[in-house]
């Protein structure tokens, strides 16, 4: 029997604590290798320390709420054998990590007596989100191309032949190649000294404008496990949770030819030292505008306890993609801001959660959602309900559509707006409602700044 | 006035142009090709047909006057023998009526219709043409200008009298005493080779520093060799001052010199024949003396498309043909492009040359390792039982994927593996590939295989 000493691991760059924020496990649990022992949350996300080991919890090295250095001892199990003195396999990078996360550090330390000199050893490491397959765990590189990457393999921008080479083939190739309308500078060669085959034309033919399979390629039968750990298990989780909502998602276009004309012209004659304008802080106001007549959109529904909860201030979330995922930074207060000051804390916050830096206050409180998918938008989106609200405002892409208007077609800024709502809490009628109001005051974009 | 109408009007029925309308005939295309003379150009009826011809009689009558002068290798005695240069000459144009005759059958088999004529351009797409009938107009859809060259004049020795081109060589009755040669490239010294062994005294004079410049020193050795042995003197850097009383005045470093010539043979060059049909009416641009032409042999006006010697160098029989095929099928609706890998030139000296593709000197300048690989005939059995070990066959390669850049030999009956040279380039071959080729034994043609190997480093015969 030995004892083995788990520390808060690095939980990512520039994270030099982190809040305990829930135990899985108390003292005399048996626990296996992987099963979850504690949340911690960062400025960044929470993240969930996995057991590294299988034994029986020994003693917990911290409070919920407390704030726990990074590699201080948190757990200790007893362990079968020797304990800790080689500590566990290594463990990969989890997907949080940075580069700058030695090697070293994933491996679990040792400690030989049960709490003797804690501080003295490396730090643990003990998230392994990112599982080789146990069948071939060491042969599979992790960045191996799977099936699925392949296409990001095409040469979009790559050339068959370096520079200056011309292309080699014989002249019934290049009969063949010159009637089927394939310029054979796009085509590789498999052929001696990069010869152009009809092999190559058939395959240029069948796979298009990519290179022909290279020698060594091979079947790529590997499947990765990823764990789902950290915020992508808090987004499955509250996603999970959303879905149970009976959605109506209700689509409008909106004409913003108006209001794109006002942004250009506010961005043209802005001071230096305000923020550069998006559509989003015209939007929160639009909102704040429309739920002034409908406040009851502007709600929690705690079904659990059957009640709804309507907020008197805006709070109003903006999806917001990070490389670690979606993260909803929030707008507190929009009723209580004007324009530019929306735009600044829009601008402050969206920066705050790319760079990871948004603190859990700023990722959380929201009353009413905004998602956006910007360049990307498309034409229609169904959003879900950020949990526990009653709405979210979806943002399609703006495209200039012929619009008729009564005499002639004429080229118009057009944007549609996907917005879903609680079914159980608000009916289709008041959504739409809402909806046009949103419509309306976005189309006469003057009537979002007048008063009264 | 007589007028027709046709898809594709030929002017000129060389070989370029006859071949460009039988290959449209074929296509199915309504297609007329006017010309002045008789079908074949340049080519078939005063170039390469009846030099070759004049050549064969030449080297046959040699031979025989070796042997006559006992100086046969392989033991034959003959008596002096005699040449009825008039009879040759009947031979020659024999060949020549049956080839035109040739042509004129295709042509008619491929329903072309012939305009025999000068043909002068109206506009792009009107030809009159001036017959023994009388004026004809012909209109049409595209038109081919395939003109074709012809020999440049000097202007201190113009054309006449006893200053000849090849075309007057080529039907000379009696083999002339003296004979003068200005101008020392392939036709001047084909010919004058060929004079040299039919027992004229020939001088050739050219004012570059030596015979064959476009070829390297390597190539031309045995060529000159031959010349010396055959009695031929060769006058580098010498220029041609003019005609003196039945002499050729002469002057190289700055001393004038008289050469005695019965005939004096010019051949310092082809011109493109771009007067006498009307280029002033339709106004093609230029590329200094040529038509310019792009990938699809189209000139800069639409529907009228020119190929062969009128649009550039090389100025051979067989490119004008690839150009000519390529056009008619273009004017089919087919999409081509003139994407030659190698035109092979050969020089019918005595022994011949064949190039194709790169030699070392312009291999070199494209700043790659090359390998270079040469096989001598003197190692090659067949070169010695036709008692022809001049020469070797040299390939130049890329060193880094031993692709074979270009071919050029030197030899005894070279000439008819021109075509294995220009495949071998063609299908974009590798040193490898020559070499695993089982080359027949015993030819010449083995010493390409050996010369692959070389370059590779493991000949087996050297």
Redesign the interface.
Known sequence: MGEYAIKLPDVGEGVAEAELVEWNVKVGDVVREDDVLAAVMTDKATVEIPSPVEGTIAWLGAEVGETVAVGTTIVKVDVQGEGNVTGSAVTPEPRKAESDEAAGKAEAAAEGEAAGKPQKEEPARQEPNRQAPTSSAPAVPAARPTPGTAPARRFSSGVPRPEGEKPLASPAVRLRAREAGIDLRRVPGSGPAGRITHEDIDAFLREGDRPAAGKGRVADTSVQEIRVVGLRRRISERMTTANRIPHITYVEEVDVTALEELRAKLNTGKRADQPRLTMLPFLMLALVRAIADQPHLNAHFDDEAGIIRQHGGVHVGMAAQTASGLVVPVVRHAEARDLWDCAAEVNRLAEAARAGTASRDELTGSTITITSLGALGGVVTTPIINYPEVAIVGVNKIMTRPVWDGGTFVPRKMMNLSSSFDHRVIDGWDAAVFVQRIKALIETPATIFMEG | MKEISCKLLVIGAGPGGYVCAIRAGQLGIDTVIVEANKPGGTCLNIGCIPSKALIHAADEFAMAAEMAAGHSPVGISVSKPEIDLAKTVAWKNQIVGRLNLGVSGLLKKAQVKSVQGTARFRDGRTVEVDTETGPQVIRAENVVIATGSVPVELPDLPFGGDVISSTEALSLTKVPETLAIVGGGYIGLELGTAFAKLGSQVTVVDVAPRILPQYDAELTKPVAARLEALGVTVMTETKVKGLKSGTVLVEANGAEQQLNAEKVLLTVGRRPLTSGWGLDEIDLDMDGRFIRIDEKCRTSMRGVYAIGDVTGEPMLAHRAMAQGEMVAEIVAG????F?KMAIPAICFTDPEIVTVGLSPEEAKKTGRELRIGIFPFKANGRAMTIAGEDGFVRVVA?AD???VLGIQAVGQGISEMASAFSLTL???A?L??IAGTIHAHPTQGEAIQEAALKALGHAIHI
Not at chain 2, 334 to 337: I, L, S, T
């Open positions: 087919h999409d081509r492009v994407d890329r994927n031993n692709l063609e299908m974009g590798r490898e590939d």
